[in-house]
């Protein structure tokens, strides 16, 4: 089945630091794939997403490019701001089944930035 | 704000009892889906609904049951609680079925088993 695998954290960096969070998906067909944001005591919000490879996906930021040859859309920010801690989610949502558009979410990553 | 909403906020209650969580979508979104997020299992789908019909279910436990009404909100009933089964529950919605259209998310519903 689907699955997404994200970097174990918690990750903790400086304001203005170089940000990283690696993810890799297994899917059987052709998926979409997502950043979740979510803010303390929040729902999850869409960060960017890409749905097809090699395609972009950047939004306040961050970037991630989905890669088909690694099974890869590890998400990047030049500059961390203390506003950027948060959990992240990777995720995918997998078209081949059409109707069903569910989406598989990575276990999230908890960033703190301090200033 | 997603424009998604769910009631109650937060929900206290034992174990063996029932409990019923609202959501309600967007205004003009069609697809609701219900995950369910916790320590253990991380973030899980449950079950989607389009335009009143099911349509899909994922780790969803026979305890537990879902609708979508006529006017699109829908409930997520769970029964006979476990201490297992705290956790916070999202809804979602999405205008369509297709895979390429964004979910919208909730606040989520804390439920805690006692």
């Known amino acids: 089945g689907d699955s997404v695998t994200q970097m174990e954290g918690p990750v903790t960096l400086s304001e203005e630091a170089f940000l990283t969070i690696n993810c890799t998906y297994t899917a059987t067909g052709y998926p979409s794939l997502f950043w979740y944001v979510q803010y303390p005591g929040e729902g999850l919000q869409l960060l960017l997403k890409?749905?097809?490879?090699?395609d972009k996906g950047s939004n306040k930021g961050f970037e991630a490019t989905y890669r088909k040859e690694t099974t890869s859309f590890h998400l990047e920010k030049g500059s961390v701001q203390v506003s950027d801690s948060a959990v992240y989610f990777c995720a995918l949502s997998d078209l081949v089944r059409g109707a069903n558009s569910k989406l598989t979410f990575g276990k999230g990553i908890t960033l703190s930035v301090r200033p | 704000d997603s424009g998604v909403t769910q009631t109650p906020k937060h929900l206290i209650t034992a174990t063996g009892q029932r409990v019923t969580l609202r959501c309600s979508p967007r205004s003009g979104d069609l697809s609701v889906y219900w995950y369910q997020q916790s320590l253990d299992q991380g973030l899980q789908f449950l079950i989607q609904?389009?335009?009143?019909?099911?349509?899909a279910k994922g780790n969803i436990l026979e305890r537990f049951s879902a609708q979508q009404f006529p006017d699109l909100h829908s409930e997520l009933n769970l029964s006979s609680l476990e201490l297992g089964d705290s956790a916070l529950y999202f809804c979602?919605?999405?205008?369509?079925?297709?895979?390429?259209?964004?979910?919208?998310f909730g606040p989520g519903t804390r439920l805690t088993v006692l």
């Open positions: 609904y389009y335009n009143g019909e099911e349509r």
């Open positions: 890409a749905t097809k490879a090699d």
């Open positions: 979602a919605s999405s205008v369509g079925l297709s895979g390429y259209n964004e979910q919208f």
